[in-house]
């Protein structure tokens, strides 16, 4: 007797189920793809450290200065007042040019004399910290000017028949300049002077004993100055 086997027989999924899995499985596609495709969030900028310190004054101003130079080995001693223009055209570098009228006494044949002094002065000033309210500098320049006597000693002595000798002066000097407000600076220095008569037929005499009140056309001296800047420029925008 033949027995017949039954095959089994396989349920073909419902359409709804498969339809649902293919939705699935897509929308687990398009999630991974969107996802490695989407860059890495920009990490935000470090904002930078604020400045503590002002920028320095760059522009230009007025300046009225007041100088004291002596000369103990020709026993030549003045005062003069500078009025002028400074110039400052970066934070580093500015440069100063004024006019000056001063008084003092130098030594004559016959002893002691007044003298009356005009000139011109052109310095140059670096600073060290220019962003400082107190700015350290060292300075360079130059003078050109007149010395004259008023005799008041007598008449002139046949050993110098001129009262008045014009000279050429170059400094070296250092100094310290403080910031008052945002226009205002108050400037203290010292300088080193090498005076030189170049025209005229007075000159400086020293001190010395012998042999007495010699004569020199050069002199080193010593200055001492305080002068008030006023500014015209406003300070540049912080950066």
């Not at 080995?73 to 003069?80: N, P």
């Not at 005009?118 to 670096?126: E, L, N, P, S």
Request: aromatic share 4%; charged share 20%; proline share 8%.
């Amino acid at each position: 007797m033949n027995e017949t086997i039954a095959k089994p027989t396989h349920r073909r999924p419902s359409a709804p189920l498969e339809r649902g899995s293919v939705l699935l499985a897509s929308l687990a596609t398009w999630l991974v793809l969107s996802t490695a495709a989407q860059p890495a969030a920009a990490q935000p900028e470090a904002s930078p450290a604020p400045s503590t310190t002002e920028p320095s004054r760059v522009g230009a101003g007025f300046f009225a200065r007041t100088e004291t130079l002596s000369a103990p080995s020709a026993a030549f001693h003045r005062v003069r007042l500078d009025l002028g223009l400074r110039f400052r055209p970066l934070e580093h570098l500015a440069i100063d040019v004024g006019l000056g009228v001063g008084g003092g006494r130098m030594r004559r044949p016959n002893g002691q004399d007044r003298a009356t002094e005009i000139g011109v002065a052109v310095d140059v000033v670096g600073y060290l910290n220019p962003r400082s309210t107190a700015q350290v500098f060292v300075l360079g320049g130059v003078g050109l000017g007149a010395v004259g006597s008023t005799e008041q000693v007598g008449t002139v002595d046949p050993d110098c028949p001129s009262d008045s000798l014009f000279f050429g002066d170059l400094v070296l000097g250092a100094g310290l300049e403080v910031e008052l407000s945002k226009t205002v600076s108050l400037v203290g220095s010292t300088r080193l002077v090498r005076r030189t008569g170049f025209l005229g037929e007075l000159e400086f005499l020293s001190d010395a004993t012998n042999p007495p009140n010699q004569a020199m056309r050069s002199i080193l001296a010593v200055a001492v100055d305080v002068r008030l800047i006023v500014g015209l420029g406003a300070p540049p925008p912080a950066r």
